[in-house]
């Protein structure tokens, strides 16, 4: 499946302010054409503090909109606007308030207007405003390539078993060359196409771990069949909400929030079987977390080994539905949602046409330059950002986020936006003998490469037991609806990218386990500095057929590899690698400090902080008692908040090793921690 991308339309004009006119009204728009790229009636605003605080006086903080800012000047302009609502584009979040108005999020807000007038108008008067900081536009999102997967046919299951000392007895594993290459598949006389260990390197690497169930991935795609008997042990799910409720039972802003937040219709529900559904989603949660060794269908890369308490999990952050329309403030909010709900990888199949991109094969291009992507899509930045700093835990293995992109299928000389900003992993797509894809992007702004399918490659092995489609490409789970037997292919660095997400869930679940603690460059710099060196196999030319699962096999044709040479990022990704190379590395991970309200209290788990926690026993002394209390329960400490003030505090496990820690007690400012 080829990645999906976002429709442009780059507005620099927002960003240049524009002479006040007292008279201003605004214009209606010509045509609806302006709807196929971004919304109508709807502008994304950065307002200034002061706006924001008359905004959160007239009590828009928790929930709810506004008809008026109690600016004079910008409520002049929405009266203007006919019948305008404002609300937080992030809803409130009590656990996580602070680091939200840290980084400035929530300052922007959704103003809804009529609309019948012209976005780009309204966009250039409010930006002129004083009380205006930024304006952005909810640019549609639209999948670039319409095509459905491949289905694995149910009578082709049983004839699947798998190979003789095999890691996983997943009867499919032997057909996944993306996870265990042993350079035996497409081989035709003379003519070899698969390469020796040219796949994630994963197998030596699950020596070492198969995925930690406290390491989440967040899949921001099509909604993932989450009964799937191959996905549903490894979903994320949230405990402290209710499945099929209306009403936000955990406070995190959103109801019925059990496997992720489906942000296309505004729903709890994950949807997975709409007509226009690619499967997408599934296939993608297939390749991070399919649950291994449970003696069916496939295996993944991060999916445990079948026994309870392994495999990494993953959180549903729907963003497409069907051909149902949606936009940039869903794919913020999901971004956002992420970080606050746990998740430490960002797994992003979709992104931009490249700026480099043939316009007369893809339409108006993308941002070529980050300082374009920067000025031209600033809330995206933003959410991304946020999630980059503010995810995982300083007291965890990972203190930030890693936000992994598709590099797109452009075959253009560089990766497309956001994936390609510095703070990003952009993932280009290898077939199953290291050479590239022959759809893939390449070039500045690609930082990695990973097994994406290569079906136009492997046009010469289809046989009459084959479709194309089939060889060469990338086997994981789909939707019932989308093929009897819940398993099929795709392509494209949409499905590279998956790969590189699953190898990094891996390693932070080594760093788990290990106790060990990585800031989020430190890890991605690792990431990068462990892969295969494929450059030597960019030599001659790679003969194949574009086109040809659409058009079949007309005129061959021949990609000339050595145009790939130092373009590819720093290699293929190496999960054996990356493991070893954080042994030692990073710091000990140390309980952490404390900060309670006073009578309430939090729960911890402190057999994650120390090597082998979960066999040890432990002893809580805390300096000042009248501050805090401490009680162990069931495994966890509960630290209850008696009051205001501080205190030290050390932890000693049976081990002899001992952790010292402060408690900060405060009281709740009417139920607004952040204040």
């Given amino acids: 499946m080829k990645r999906y991308i976002f429709s442009l339309s780059i507005l620099f004009s927002l960003l240049v302010s524009c002479t006040s006119e007292p ?14 790229a971004y919304k109508s009636g709807v502008l994304l605003v950065k307002f200034t503090p002061e706006v924001v605080a008359l ?3 007239n009590g828009l903080v928790s929930s709810g909109a506004l008809t008026r800012s ?15 609502e404002l609300e937080r584009v992030f809803p409130y979040n009590s656990r996580t308030e602070l680091t939200t108005r840290e980084a400035g999020l929530h300052q922007w807000y959704v103003v809804r207007f009529d609309e019948r007038y012209d976005v780009e108008q309204v966009a250039l008067r409010m930006r002129s405003l004083g009380e205006v900081q930024q304006v952005d536009l909810n640019r549609t999102i639209k999948r670039a390539y319409s ?6 046919k149910v009578a082709d299951m049983p004839k699947t078993t798998r190979s003789e000392g095999a890691r996983m007895n997943d009867p499919l ?3 996944q060359w993306n996870i265990e290459n042993r350079g035996d598949m497409f081989r035709e006389g003379e003519v070899v196409k698969s390469v020796k260990d040219a796949d994630v390197q994963c197998v030596e690497a699950w020596e070492r771990t198969t995925g930690h169930p406290e390491v989440i991935v967040a899949v921001l795609d099509e909604g993932i069949f989450v009964e799937h ?3 549903k042990a490894n979903m994320w799910v949230n405990a402290d909400e209710v499945k099929g409720s209306h009403e936000d039972n955990d406070g995190n802003g959103y109801a019925g929030d059990v496997n992720g937040y489906n942000f296309v219709h505004d729903t709890g529900k994950i949807t997975w079987n709409d007509p226009w559904d690619s499967g997408h989603g599934s296939h993608v949660a297939g390749v991070i977390a399919g649950v291994n060794n449970n003696g069916e269908g496939i295996s993944s890369i991060a999916g445990g080994d079948g026994s309870p308490g392994t495999g990494v999990r993953v959180m549903a952050c729907q963003i497409f539905s069907g051909n149902v329309s949606t936009g940039l403030l869903q794919v913020v909010r999901a971004m956002k949602y992420a970080a606050d709900n746990g998740a430490v990888v960002l797994q992003c199949s979709w992104g931009y046409v490249s700026g480099a991109a043939n316009i007369y094969d893809w339409g108006e291009a993308g941002f070529a330059t980050q300082e374009q992507w920067e000025m031209g899509s600033p ?6 950002e946020y999630f980059v700093h503010y995810a995982g835990s300083p007291a965890g293995a990972i203190e930030g986020g890693i936000a992994v992109f598709a590099g797109g299928n452009e075959s253009a000389p560089a990766a ?4 390609a900003a510095d703070f990003c992993v952009s993932v280009a797509a290898t077939a199953a003998d290291f050479t590239p894809a022959v759809y893939t992007n390449y070039g500045p702004g690609t930082t990695i490469s990973a097994p994406g399918g290569d079906q136009d490659y492997y046009f010469d092995y289809v046989d009459q037991e084959h479709n194309y489609g089939e060889i060469g490409c990338i086997l994981s789970a789909l939707p019932y609806n989308v093929s009897e037997s819940g398993y099929g292919y795709m392509e494209g660095t949409s499905m590279a990218c998956p790969h590189v997400s699953a190898v990094v869930a891996l390693a932070i679940s080594h760093a788990v386990e290990q106790r060990r603690h990585f800031k989020a460059d430190e890890l991605r710099e690792l990431l990068h500095a462990t892969t295969v060196d494929i450059d030597p196999y960019f030599t001659g030319k790679k003969t194949y057929c574009r086109y040809v699962a659409d058009i079949g096999p007309i005129q061959p044709m021949q990609l000339n590899l050595s145009d790939f040479v130092g373009k590819m990022g720093s290699g293929q990704v190496n999960a054996t690698a990356l493991l070893a190379a954080m042994d030692g590395a990073g710091m000990e991970m140390r309980f952490p400090n404390l900060t309670l309200v006073e009578g309430e209290t939090v729960a911890l788990h402190p057999a994650r902080y120390f090597l082998e926690g979960e066999e040890l026993t432990y002893t809580v002394t805390i300096a000042d008692s009248s501050i805090a209390s401490s009680a162990m329960q069931e495994g966890k400490l509960l630290f209850e908040g008696l009051k205001s003030g501080s205190t030290t505090a050390s932890i000693v496990a049976s081990n002899g090793v001992a952790h010292d820690f402060a408690i900060t007690v405060r009281k709740s400012e009417g139920g607004m921690g952040w204040l």
């Fill in 23 to 36: 008279q201003w009204e605004p214009t209606l728009k010509e045509s609806d054409c302006e709807q196929e």
């Fill in 55 to 57: 905004l959160e006086e």
């Fill in 70 to 84: 109690g600016a004079p000047a910008l409520d002049e302009l929405l009266a203007l606007l006919g019948d305008c």
């Fill in 147 to 152: 095509g459905k997967a491949t289905p694995l």
């Fill in 173 to 175: 594993f032997p057909m």
């Fill in 229 to 231: 008997p191959d996905l």
């Fill in 379 to 384: 809330l995206e930045k933003a959410a991304l």
């Fill in 416 to 419: 497309g936006f956001p994936g």
